[in-house]
């Protein structure tokens, strides 16, 4: 796409429409507002795909909550909490004009692919343009990981505990794995994750909890399978549990629990609505699963050396999940466990371990990132 024809195309005039908006918008910012939001609409409806969902508006509530909370002068009250009103209607003003320069964004880049951009960035100089989306696609999926996290255990304090105390705590968690997160892709991380065959290369020794961490889709079960083939031929007792991911259609997938030793299996969890009070974002899980997986970890710590449990999770963390079978793993003092958990969730590994499990905290710790 050349810039005499993406001036001449129908996305350019729509994408300036919203921009000259942007210059309106504060004095009829409702009116502008939604006749921006509706050209966006019109042009393409998947622009506006995002803001259905309800995830979107997570960090606005927290930042709209959180501007009048803490800055200006508090001159009004609701239940018993000072604000500012007039530091809430500039958050209100402010979020109003982010959602439609996302807008803006979402015109100028649906439907375009890396490979159809980068040479127009390329023309006007900016040549590490491939390296900058590659580095927002490692971002972003961490920074979504992080939400969905945090308001998981949100959703379960805020049940027993409906307080302003309740929203600031999960505002502070939430900055602080932003920062951690900073702090992660400012380290000097350039060396390549430990293969599998690696770690067998040095299993021995004292007792080891191995930690696989990444997120969604960066290949955790992929290494514990590979981990597996190669322990076998090895000769190592090996056992435990690990979840593979099974397609099924119109977007919908579901995982399968396999019992290492005797490739026995359940089915975990399912995206399509179930009957059971064990909930964890898009998936219901199958409680008698739970149950079976559970016997099968006992099981497992009777006949081998090492454990596999993939993975660790919001279940277990919240008291659920494989929790019972990681207590039986505890009670013994000579075996080495592998257990995957998403990258969200890592800064806070110690404290469930500590908490939960705390046998296994003395266990010297690898982390292995995917």
Same mark, same amino acid.
């Given at each position: 796409m050349n810039c005499l024809s993406f001036i001449k195309s129908k996305r350019f005039l729509i994408a300036l429409t919203i921009f000259i908006g942007l210059f309106f918008i504060k004095y009829y910012p409702v009116i502008i507002g939604i006749i921006l939001f509706a050209i966006a609409a019109i042009y393409d409806a998947k622009t506006i795909r995002p803001l259905k969902n309800y995830k979107f508006w997570i960090v606005i509530a927290i930042l709209i909550i959180a501007v009048p909370l803490f800055t200006g002068t508090a001159d009004r009250s609701i239940w018993g909490i000072d604000y500012s009103s007039g530091q809430l209607q500039k958050a209100l003003s402010m979020t109003l004009r982010g959602i439609c320069v996302f807008l803006?964004?979402?015109?100028?880049?649906?439907?375009?692919?890396?490979?159809?951009?980068?040479?127009?960035f390329n023309k006007?100089?900016?040549r590490n343009f491939d390296i900058l989306y590659n580095l927002s696609n490692e971002i972003f999926p961490k920074i979504k990981s992080i939400l969905l996290a945090r308001y998981g255990l949100f959703k379960e304090h805020w049940k027993s505990s409906k307080t302003a105390n309740t929203l600031l705590n999960f505002s502070v968690d939430i900055f602080a794995d932003f920062f951690d997160l900073i702090k992660q892709l400012g380290a000097d991380d350039s060396g390549r994750p430990t293969a599998p065959k690696d770690l067998l290369a040095d299993i021995s020794g004292e007792n080891?909890?191995?930690v696989i961490s990444g997120n969604a889709g960066s290949g955790k079960t992929t290494w514990i399978e590979e981990f597996i083939q190669l322990a076998n031929s090895s000769g190592i007792k090996l056992d435990g549990l690990y979840s593979k991911k099974i397609i099924e259609s119109n977007g919908l997938w579901h995982h399968n629990l396999i019992r290492v030793a005797t490739n026995d299996e359940r089915r975990l969890n399912t995206m399509e609505s179930l009957e059971t009070t064990i909930k964890v974002g898009?998936?219901?899980?199958?409680?008698?699963?739970l149950t079976w997986g559970n016997d099968q970890i006992k099981?497992?710590?009777?006949?081998a050396n090492w454990i596999i449990i993939d993975?660790?999770? !919001? @279940?277990?963390f919240d008291g659920g999940g494989f929790l019972p079978g990681l207590k039986q793993i505890e009670a013994r003092n000579n075996i080495n466990i592998i257990i995957t958990i998403r990258a969200s !969730? @890592?800064?806070?590994l110690d404290e469930f371990i500590a908490d939960k499990i705390p046998l296994l905290g003395s266990l010297p710790k690898h982390i292995i990132k995917l």
């Open positions: 803006l964004f979402q015109v100028l880049t649906i439907n375009l692919s890396i490979e159809k951009i980068k040479p127009s006007i100089g900016f080891k909890l191995i898009k998936f219901f899980f199958y409680e008698k699963s099981a497992s710590c009777e006949k993975e660790i999770g !919001l @279940l277990e !969730l @890592l800064p806070h």
